[in-house]
Structures are given as structure tokens and as C-alpha cells.
């Protein structure tokens, strides 16, 4: 008896996990956020210790209830070499390709120190786990990997190097796709990046996409790698039902930032084709800003559909909830999503979504909660977001079913769920490493 309760006392012992998220904060947006909110979910469940950049501490410090955060310093140089790399690259047009080759530096550094502080405590047995969680793009190693012989360790979710669809070659022109060969050049060059993939106990892929990317490169077998959406739905942005409008004027709602890819134009393009008794029953409302604000405002006045379109700028999440909630279909026509957490947000929001089918999106909305749109060509896309915007607007019972599908759907990535759903990888991963261990 007693060497059972012994067992069970066992059992119940939280977890001790190095979680090391460079991007941390929760007053961020995109990557950064997302890494608070598995941090969030995660240590609510485990004895955690947070392994973070000092850029995150201000923000981090103001949340009492956190604690055991350690935070990792950048020597003088990277503090004058970091802001020259976000001018040179992030101001006016965002150059992602080049800001993650000039970038690897800043994170190389991290990466660095974050090693040789915890080496020994891995190697000491201090850990249960270590999870690695940003970058989430699959470009940059963990060297934390090399300390890992007895521990096990857990990558990602990463997610990335979805290709622009052949049709869109002019925006991924835009949108600086032809300096994407840097990738290859990196895997090849990067001390420790196939040794990260190689050596990790599990890999958390955020799209099917990366999924076949990373197994293929790098011969990875399916024990090893498994499919877990980056995106995650706040408890505040979930609703119960949704009153399906009904009468004669249907909201379309697009959030987003205001950038080529992103495809607002296509939208605003497709509502000017729809018939004319549609066309007044429809307004929509553009949440977002960015370079292209301007070009989209012509637009619009140039299609005469000034009373039709609204442009909210950027507004605040809470904000951006109320949108959610007035609206009756979500469209978002980017053609190169890795995330997309707006469309998990609508779907919460028991909106029935239209989004190409490629990339992240196009894996969270199904038959039942909208419709995916092959991205074939740019007149293909437009005039198939007429047409189900049409479906739609005239079928009340469909909107109806696809807003309670979408609800359900939307549960299934909320916080917490995604959290519990992480912690039992953990204790997966921990016995697989025992039994490859013991052999």
C-alpha cells in the first residue's frame, strides 16, 4: 500500500519544463503574443521557467502572478545593430526575407547564451522537459538541442515557407519573395540547424504544409512530428450562440494588416461585381492598416462603393472583438497565411468564413464553417469570393449552421485546451525518451 501512494504522490508532481520563447510579450502582437500565450496556458499546469529576452521584461513584470522568468541580455553591439537591422528592413514596405538573414545575429546571440547558461542544469537532470517554442519559422537552430542527450526536448510549433501561389507571382514580387533562397542558404550554413530537427524528441509542425517540409528534409519518421496549429483562441473572443442576421443588410468584415498579400483589394473587387440588389445589401468594414490604405481608399472611390466601405484603421484586440461580433461573414482573402489567428478569432465569433485554400487557413475552416477557395489566379479568386459572398447573403439557414459549426470548430484551439493538449506531449515525449534510453 504504502508503495502505491508512494507511485501516486509520484504522479501527481507538476512537471518541471525550460520553456525558451526569445519572443515573449504580452503586449505584443503576432509571434511575440503568441509565445505569451503558450507561456500562459503552459505554466498553469507545470513548474515552469521562462527563458526569455530582456526586451520582454518591462512588459512581463507588469503581470504579478508570473514568476521564475529568467531573462537573457544582448551585449552593446547587438543593442546598436538590432535597430538598425528593424529601420533598415521594417520601415515602409516589411522585407521579411532580408530581416531574417540580417536578424540572425540578434537571435544567434540568445541562442548562444541561453545554452551556455542552462547547459549543465539540463545535463544535471534539473528538467523534466525543455520546450523551444520561437522563432516559430523554421529558419534558425536551438543550440540547446546539444544538452539534451537525456532530457527531452520538444520544438515549435514551427511554421513557414508556404509558397505564394503560382498565379500571385507580381505580389510575391512585392512582397520580396525572390530573396526567400537565403533559406536554403541558411540550412546549409547554420551551425546546429540540422542538428536541431535531427536531435529533437518532438516537433510540433503549425501547418501540413511545414509538417511535409520538416519530415522531408530532414527524414523525419511520424513518431517524432505531429500537427499543432501556432493560433490560439482567448476565452474572451469565444460566443456561446450567434443571432444570425436576418433582414436586409449583411456586415462582411476583414481584419488584417494592410499589405499586398494580404489581398483587401481582391475583396473590395468582388463586392463591386455582385448584382445590384446584393450590392445594397451589403456593407463592409476593413479593421487593419498598412502600407496599402491609401491604394485601397482609391479604390473604393473609384468603384463608387464609398458608402459600402468603411476602413476602422488599427483598433485595440478588445476593440476588434466588438467588430467581430457586429459582423454576420468573415472574408479574408490573404493568399499566404502560416497563422491566420483572425480566421480562429471569427470562427469563435460565429462568423462562417471565405478564405483561400493555402497555408494555415485553409486547414482551419472546413465544409462546414465556410468555404476555401483554390487560389488558381487573381480574376479566379476575385470572382469566387463574389460568389460566395452571394451564396450567403441569400441563404440564411446556411449562414445559420456554418455560425454554429464555426463556434464548435473555434473551441477546439482555445488557450487552455491547447495547453493541456501541450502537456500531454510532454509526458508522451518523456516516456518515449525513457524507452529509447533503456534499449
Known amino acids: 500500500m504504502m508503495s502505491d501512494k508512494k507511485s501516486d504522490k509520484k ?75 528593424y529601420n533598415l528592413t521594417m520601415k515602409g514596405k516589411n522585407n521579411w526575407p532580408l530581416a531574417n538573414v540580417l536578424g540572425y545575429p540578434v537571435y544567434a546571440e540568445f541562442d548562444r547564451r541561453v545554452y551556455e547558461a542552462f547547459k549543465e542544469p539540463i545535463k544535471r537532470g534539473d528538467y523534466d522537459v525543455v520546450h523551444a517554442l520561437t522563432p516559430i519559422q523554421p529558419r534558425y537552430p ?74 522531408d528534409m530532414f527524414a523525419i519518421p511520424d513518431s517524432r512530428i505531429e500537427l499543432f496549429y501556432e493560433n490560439g483562441i482567448a476565452s474572451s473572443f469565444l460566443t456561446e450562440t450567434k443571432k444570425v442576421s436576418k433582414g436586409s443588410r449583411i456586415n462582411l468584415l476583414f481584419v488584417g494588416r494592410l ?57 485595440g484586440q478588445e476593440e476588434t472583438v466588438e467588430y467581430y461580433r457586429q459582423a454576420d461573414i468573415f472574408c479574408f482573402p490573404s493568399i499566404r497565411e502560416f497563422g491566420g489567428a483572425v ?18 487557413i485553409g486547414e482551419y475552416v472546413t465544409e462546414e464553417t465556410g468555404f476555401r477557395i483554390e487560389p488558381n489566379s487573381r480574376e479566379y ?26 463556434i464548435e470548430k473555434a473551441k477546439e484551439f482555445e488557450w487552455d485546451r491547447k ?5 500531454e506531449i510532454y509526458h508522451k515525449t518523456i516516456e518515449a525518451k525513457k524507452l529509447a534510453l533503456s534499449k
Open 381 to 406: 479568386l476575385t470572382q469566387e469570393f463574389a460568389n460566395k459572398i452571394k451564396i450567403l447573403i441569400e441563404d440564411d439557414e446556411l449562414r445559420e449552421r456554418m455560425s454554429a459549426k464555426s
Open 142 to 215: 536551438f543550440k540547446i538541442v546539444k544538452a539534451c542527450d537525456r532530457t527531452p526536448v520538444t520544438i515549435g510549433p514551427v511554421n513557414g515557407g508556404v509558397p505564394f501561389p503560382p498565379g500571385f507571382q507580381e505580389i510575391a514580387r512585392q512582397e520580396f519573395a525572390y530573396l526567400n533562397f537565403f533559406r536554403a542558404i541558411g540550412r546549409a550554413l547554420l551551425p546546429d540547424y540540422a542538428a536541431t530537427y535531427k536531435k529533437a524528441d518532438k516537433i510540433l509542425a503549425g501547418s501540413t504544409y511545414t509538417l511535409n517540409l520538416v519530415k
Open 11 to 85: 504522479s501527481d508532481k507538476k512537471l518541471k519544463v525550460l520553456l525558451i520563447i526569445d519572443q515573449c510579450n504580452p503586449e505584443g502582437a503576432s509571434v511575440p503574443l503568441v509565445g505569451y500565450k503558450f507561456y500562459q496556458a503552459i505554466s498553469k499546469l507545470v513548474d515552469a521557467t521562462l527563458v526569455t529576452h530582456e526586451r520582454n521584461q518591462a512588459s512581463l513584470s507588469r503581470i504579478k502572478e508570473h514568476s521564475n522568468i529568467i531573462y537573457i541580455g544582448e551585449s552593446d553591439l547587438t543593442k546598436k545593430y538590432f535597430p538598425l537591422v
Open 259 to 315: 499589405v499586398p498579400y494580404k489581398c483587401a483589394d481582391i475583396l473590395i473587387e468582388a463586392i463591386s461585381r455582385l448584382e445590384p440588389n446584393l450590392k445594397e445589401k451589403v456593407c463592409l468594414t476593413i479593421v487593419g492598416d498598412g502600407q496599402e490604405r491609401n491604394s485601397l481608399e482609391t479604390q473604393v472611390r473609384e468603384l463608387n462603393l464609398g458608402e459600402k466601405v468603411k476602413f476602422a484603421g488599427w483598433v
Open 343 to 360: 480566421v480562429m478569432e471569427a470562427m469563435a465569433c460565429g462568423l462562417p468564413c471565405i478564405v483561400p485554400n493555402n497555408g494555415g
Open 419 to 423: 495547453g493541456a493538449k501541450i502537456v
